[in-house]
Nanobody, 115 residues
Framework: QVQLVESGGGLVHAGESLRLSCEAS????????MAWFRQAPGQELQLVAR?????ATNYADFVKSRFTISRDNAMVYQQMNSHDTNDKAVYYC???????????WGQGTQVTVSS
């Protein structure tokens, strides 16, 4: 199992940037993917970006090249640029491991965007 702690959320103005961080502990060597999800008020949870141990990344269409996910060993980051008000949400860090098989979540960090 992997324990995850996010940080970096807060209040930003539209057009500004923010970087989220997530620190993993536990079965780090077993991590297959690390990802960021988000959930806006009244909305379903959505994948924002994912990075595999190979370095391969994939992004949601709504990111539109504004966000960049990166990983450095036990840390995963999400650089978010050009915020708009639709980016207001709780952002969650997520990992999957293969041996043992598990899916783990952080507690979430709030991002609020003011117009």
């Amino acid at each position: 199992q992997v324990q995850l702690v996010e940080s970096g959320g807060g209040l930003v103005h539209a057009g500004e940037s923010l970087r989220l961080s997530c620190e993993a502990s536990g079965s780090i060597s077993s991590i297959a993917t690390m990802a960021w999800f988000r959930q806006a008020p009244g909305q379903e949870l959505q994948l924002v970006a994912r990075i595999a141990t190979t370095g391969a990344t994939n992004y949601a269409d709504f990111v539109k090249s504004r966000f960049t996910i990166s990983r450095d060993n036990a840390m995963v980051y999400q650089q978010m640029n050009s915020h708009d008000t639709n980016d207001k949400a709780v952002y969650y860090c997520h990992t999957t491991t293969l041996s043992p098989l598990s899916s783990d979540w952080g507690q979430g960090t709030q991002v609020t965007v003011s117009s």
